[in-house]
Structure formats: structure tokens, C-alpha cells
């Protein structure tokens, strides 16, 4: 298996830009995750789905993201507008089994993200 | 709520010194899993290990080796004879399944250099 693609791996913007994030997860993996990395709060979790639906999005930060995935095999987040404290790492994760706590999260490579 | 400490930020050790990543966790659940993931410079997070809450017996992993003690709440990682490729950024993550089977929170991470 390729494990979890995330694209772009870079992407740089300019403020009010909109971006969107790309990610595959692994072929049966029922759970996907979004998590955010920055230097000054670590890694936060953004939103995660199960089965395609969105279970919990209250680490989404305000109304400028939302997350989608269409189908077991592609989710996006995106932005807009960006704005430069959106700059960050952003992973896509997914897992298998019935509790997402106890599961192992395989990570995808992460987006970089920097908004100008 | 869950917490995870890494009150370590970053720890420098010469090559083939033993070092102990310190992780303390906060949660009022009985039922809960513990990780490590290591971040090396690539980016990408790799998971090292998962312990669940009934299971306290140490781990011996090669050079790794964890220590998990519910009386003081922490998971320490010790690696033994370091070397300059465990370089990398290492964090603990907890998630508990009593109250809403949440996904996992990491600490801020604890980054290692291994000098030759």
C-alpha cells in the first residue's frame, strides 16, 4: 500500500487566497483525520470522519475551513479565505477499527502550508 | 478533558548515551490507550507504540523501551545507546474511550538531537 497521500507537500499563498488540501487515505481505512501542526500549539485535530461522515469538527478554528470527503478514498480541507496565521503543517491521517481512540493513526507526509 | 505533558522541549545527547523521554497524562477516564509517534526530519509521524490503560507491563523494543506507570500517570520512552538517525521529534499522545471514545491528543513533543 502507498499509505496516506497528502498534496500539494508545499503550497505557498497569498493572504485571501483560497487553498485547498488534498488526501487519500489508506484503501480500507474507515476513519480520516485532519490535524494541524504549528510550532506555538503542536498538533491540534481539526476534524475527523468515519464512514465518509464528518463525526467531530469542533477543532475546526472558524467558519474559513471546512472539510469534505465525497468518498472512502478522498478527502479535502480547504481554506478561504487564507489568511497567514493559517500557515502550519496540515496532516491527514487515517485508521482502521470500531474506536478510533484505540486505533493506530497511520500519517500521511503533511501539506506545508505558508500564507504571505 | 485529556492532557498530555512533554515538559522536556528539546534534550541533546552524544551518541551512545541512554535517554528518557518524559510523558505525563491527565484524564479521569479508566479506559484509555497511550502512543508514541516519532517525527524525524522528513516530517512525516511514524507510530512507535500503543498501550492501553489495563495493561502495565514494560516494553522492550530493540534500543526502546517504555515505561508505563499508572500510579504517577506517565509513559516514559527510554532509548539506550542513542544514535544520531533517532534525531527526530518524539511525541505522546493519549486518547480515552470513556467519555466519547475521542480520537488522540498529543503532547507538544520533545526533540531530540543525537550528536556523533
Known amino acids: 500500500d502507498a499509505g496516506v497521500i497528502q498534496s500539494p507537500r508545499h503550497e505557498v499563498t497569498e493572504m485571501g487566497q483560497e487553498v485547498t488540501l488534498r488526501c487519500k487515505p489508506i484503501?480500507?481505512?474507515?476513519?480520516l483525520f485532519w490535524y494541524r501542526q504549528t510550532m506555538m500549539r503542536g498538533l491540534e485535530l481539526l476534524i475527523y470522519?468515519?464512514?465518509?461522515?464528518?463525526?467531530?469538527d469542533s477543532g475546526m478554528p472558524e467558519d474559513r475551513f471546512s472539510a469534505k470527503m465525497p468518498n472512502a478514498s478522498f478527502s479535502t480541507l480547504k481554506i478561504q479565505p487564507s489568511e497567514p496565521r493559517d500557515s502550519a503543517v496540515y496532516f491527514c491521517?487515517?485508521?482502521?477499527?470500531?474506536?478510533?481512540?484505540?486505533?493506530?493513526?497511520?500519517f500521511g507526509a503533511g501539506s506545508r502550508l505558508t500564507v504571505l | 478533558a485529556q492532557k498530555v505533558t512533554q515538559a522536556q522541549t528539546e534534550i541533546s545527547v552524544v551518541e551512545k548515551e541512554d535517554v528518557t523521554l518524559d510523558c505525563v497524562y491527565e484524564?479521569?477516564?479508566?479506559?484509555?490507550?497511550l502512543f508514541w509517534y516519532k517525527q524525524p526530519p522528513s516530517g512525516e509521524l511514524v507510530f512507535l507504540i500503543r498501550?492501553?490503560?489495563?495493561?502495565?507491563q514494560n516494553e522492550i523494543s530493540g534500543r526502546y523501551s517504555w515505561n508505563f506507570q499508572k500510579s504517577t500517570s506517565s509513559f516514559n520512552f527510554t532509548i539506550t545507546a542513542s544514535q544520531v538517525v533517532d534525531s527526530a521529534v518524539y511525541f505522546c499522545?493519549?486518547?480515552?474511550?470513556?467519555?466519547?471514545?475521542?480520537?488522540?491528543?498529543f503532547g507538544k513533543g520533545t526533540r531530540l538531537s543525537v550528536i556523533a
Open positions: 491521517a487515517s485508521s482502521f477499527g470500531r474506536t478510533p481512540g484505540a486505533n493506530v493513526l497511520t
Open positions: 484503501s480500507g481505512h474507515d476513519y
Open positions: 470522519f468515519n464512514n465518509n461522515v464528518p463525526i467531530d
Open positions: 484524564t479521569r477516564d479508566t479506559t484509555y490507550y
Open positions: 498501550r492501553n490503560s489495563f495493561d502495565e
Open positions: 499522545a493519549l486518547s480515552a474511550l470513556n467519555s466519547g471514545n475521542t480520537p488522540l491528543v
